[in-house]
């Protein structure tokens, strides 16, 4: 370049000029072309038709061409070491030849056809399906392919051929139907029904279990189609439940009635649990069961156990009032045969007298202990709770028991450790276990045989236990004896009177002074021990005059006495009795009647039944107590029932006392000889 001195590419044209005249050369002549720009664009050119050839070289698909003349003139690396791996030489090659190499007849023919139809016509051709087995390789191939007719160098014709081998997409989709087809057969076979969502709460899909249990078109119920199978009156919550479920893309399970396809609503379970991809909630998956007949049956059990508890309950308060009921003819009875006794008549009388009482007092054993299981049972038993001497319980329950065990012929061992132990509790009930658990011994155990008390200490329990070298207990009845009505099945206990339920108010009484029973036996005449754990309570404050002592009957001196009770034999018992006694006494059948002989009679003493026609025994206490002269009368109740609640409410009316029927005959002397003196 002349100006910038830089070598330039230039186009240097030499002309020799000729003289027109002579026609000989005279001069040269030149034309120099700046080539700089043109240059720049062939490299380009070239640049880009090298990159676009690379492009095509490298491409993933295969591309070939093939001339008019069918031969193969190019092909691209994807086809090379792909498609004609095995084909050699190739370029330059016929393609009929190269495809008989490659396939099959007629597949190959086929597919010359097709090139040589392309190459006439200029159609452009489309294969999306050729799966064919492989002549040279001997294996199946699938692959996508078109052609294009192009025009070629030289203008003459050609068709290029473009495929991608799809032999392993056609395989996952193959792996994808088969798992899809697994998935449905085994949803259709499976005896729930089921049912995808999407993450907006859509259903995609339902089996076919779905469309036969409700007999609806199939397809019909995806979306949320499905609530129309639903009973009217479940759609709505079932509905609610779902999208809340949905919502908080949580678990959840609706009971339905669902439209069976002959009309009939069956109860039904819907259980879904939600699903999710890489961590992202993708709907739920869920199964619809039809519980019907089990929910029927699960009703129809509740409907059962209901009418059986209260069958129970009925029973149970069944027994109380036959428990109540039957002592009322037993305080008579009583009365009565002390009476005889007191009247002192001896011999043949006397023994039968003895005789009738030993079985009273069994039968009011027996008549006590159901009342009592009653309300064990029944949750209506009251504690009359102090600080309890447990020597003290001991001594009660053995006083009670001794005649019973001496009977029998058993010796009776008792060891009862050295200092007090206290508890807290009911003196009476805890000398009721201990002398149940004692009487049982008794019972259970052979003439002549041994029976041991013995009571310690374990830290903070206090321990007793009851033991007899008897008919001992099978070890499979050890826990079963503490059930009610429970007895072990032997001859021998038929003949010792028994209802079963003695060891069932131990556990029951044990149990409400936070302690526990349990029974020990080696096996059948291997003896039995009873052992009883009771929580040791501190010992009380000196000030605390708790007197659980049994107390002497002291012989109380002459009082007029006034017996009220609408069972005529029972005032009547009750009055001759306090006669012997030395009393003067007077009876009234009713409330009112008692009322009036209250004020005529002026009693130091009045014994009251509270189950009275006209006027009730709280209502006569009342009266009495209104009127000046009634006052200072000591007014006594008898009931049958023994409750705190009872002894409360006769106290608010007015009584002094209040003694439970069959009143003990100790008992009333007892309660006569603490009263302040008789007044003329
Ligand atoms: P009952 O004595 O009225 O049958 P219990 O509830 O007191 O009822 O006792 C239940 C059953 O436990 C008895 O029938 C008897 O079979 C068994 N049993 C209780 N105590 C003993 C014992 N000391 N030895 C052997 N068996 C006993």
Redesign the pocket.
Known sequence: HFKTGAAIPVLYDLFRVDDPATGRPVNFATITRDLTERKRLEAEREGTQMTLAAVVERCPFGIYIVDDEFRITDMNEGSRKGAFANVRPVIGRPFDEAMRVLWPEPVAADVINVFRHTLATGEPYYSRDFVKPRADIGQTEGYEWELHRVTMPSSRRGVVCYYYDSTRLREAEEKLRESEAHFRSMTDNSPVMSWVTDATGSCLYLSKRWYEFTGRPGGSDEGFGWLGAVHPDDAASSRGVFLDANGRQAPFAIDYRLRRHDGEYRWAVDAALPRSVGGVFQGFVGCVFDVHDRKLLEEELRHAADELSKADRRKDEFLATLAHELRNPLAPIRNGLQAIRMAGVGGAVEKARSMMDRQLTQLVRLVDDLLDISRVTSGKLQLRRGRVELGAVIDAAVEASRPVVEQAGHELAVAVPGGPVWLDGDHARLAQVVS?LLN??A??TPRGGHVSLTVGRDGETAVVSVK?D????PPAMLEA?FQMF???DRTL?KT?G???????LVKGLVEMHGGTVEARSGGEGLG?EFVVRLPVAPAPAPSDGSDNSGGEAATPGPRRILVVDDNADAADSLAELLELLGNEVRTAYDGEAGVRAAGEFRPAVILCDLGMPKVNGYEAARRVRAEPWGKGMVLVALTGWGQDGDRRKTSEAGFDHHLVKPVEFAALTKLLAGLPAATA
């Open positions: 149940n049982n011994s019972k259970y007899d008897g008919i001992g207990i004896v429970t007895q072990v206990e010792t028994g209802l079963g339920i003695g060891l069932s039995s």
